[in-house]
């Protein structure tokens, strides 16, 4: 008996210890009208069980080191098994010697039709289409996952950006919308062929000089990471003069504005005057938040 409760227990913290994620997922559903429907509750679990309990990769995560992300599906209509919604994706990630979590992720899927039956089996394969309701999630999965590995290491998201790229690949066979180059800049597709390609591998290289050799080096070294952090801006500025304007860009200030406002304002004092400048050159549209900056 003690035997098969130490197994018992092995097996457990197999489980709690080997995924990735800590997710937390909310499916709200007042447009409908019908918001009470138990339907959403079962699927708001069903979805909360799926993404926190599939084993998305090969690597062991400690319970420590999942990462943290949310998932809001705002569902505005549906009729029978067939719902239409829109769905906002964080995540965040921690930073070294820190309280703190930092914004890395930020993306709303606008296009999220799916068909759900309640209590239904949801099962992720890699290599095929099962649906477009796992296809969807799986796919920014593999997003958080890569945004998260090339905040930590030089182009560490390279294996989850191709199986987010395999996966939008097989959905193609779906008409829905989002997996195709005709659905527009801001579709899923566009995204991740972009974050592929060479052209933007400053963005890539961006995300890791911001957060590893600058934000996760504050705590021993303010005036080294916020100067890491400005140069970063800089690797942004070469995307933009290439690609002016591109939906990348805007995700990754949609996610770091109102963070990268305030270790400007804020810390040791070195020459934010540039920085700010090229802020305002590749991101206008938060020109507010630039204006806020105290120098």
């Not at 914004?103 to 999220?112: L, Q, T």
């Not at 799986?138 to 560490?156: C, E, R, T």
Request: with cysteine.
């Amino acid at each position: 008996m003690r035997n098969l409760i130490l197994l018992f227990t092995f097996l457990c913290t197999h489980v709690i210890f080997s995924q990735e994620l800590n997710c937390t997922v909310n499916v709200i559903a007042q447009q409908t009208g019908n918001e009470n429907n138990v339907v959403f509750k079962t699927l708001e679990r069903q979805l909360t069980e799926f993404i926190n309990s599939t084993k998305w990769t090969d690597k062991t995560f400690g319970l420590q080191e999942r990462i943290n992300c949310s998932m809001v599906i705002n569902v505005n209509g549906y009729d029978n098994d067939l719902f239409s919604a829109s769905l906002q994706i964080t995540s965040s990630r921690p930073i070294f010697n820190s309280t703190y979590s930092s914004p890395v992720y930020n993306y709303n899927d606008k296009e999220f039709n799916f068909q759900y039956l309640e209590f239904q089996n949801l099962v992720y394969n890699p290599q095929q289409f099962e649906s477009n309701l796992i296809s969807v999630l799986s796919f920014h999965v593999y997003m958080i996952l890569g945004m998260d590995a090339d905040s930590f290491a030089l182009n560490g998201g390279d294996d989850y950006f191709n199986q987010a790229l395999t996966i939008a690949n097989y959905s193609q066979q779906l008409n829905g919308q989002g997996w195709k180059l005709e659905d527009g800049l801001q579709s899923r597709f566009a995204v991740i062929n972009n974050i592929t390609s060479p052209t933007f591998s400053e963005i890539r290289s961006a995300m890791y000089n911001y957060h590893r050799e600058g934000l996760d080096v504050m705590s021993e070294s303010p005036k080294d990471g916020k100067s890491q952090i400005i140069s970063s801006l800089d690797e942004l500025q070469k995307v933009h003069r290439k690609r002016p304007n591109s939906y990348l860009m805007r995700l990754f200030f949609d996610a770091k504005a109102d963070e990268i406002t305030d270790i400007l304002s804020g810390g040791p004092s070195v020459n934010i005057s540039e920085a700010v400048d090229i802020l305002n050159r590749i991101a206008p549209i938060h020109s507010q938040k630039w204006r806020n900056i105290k120098y």
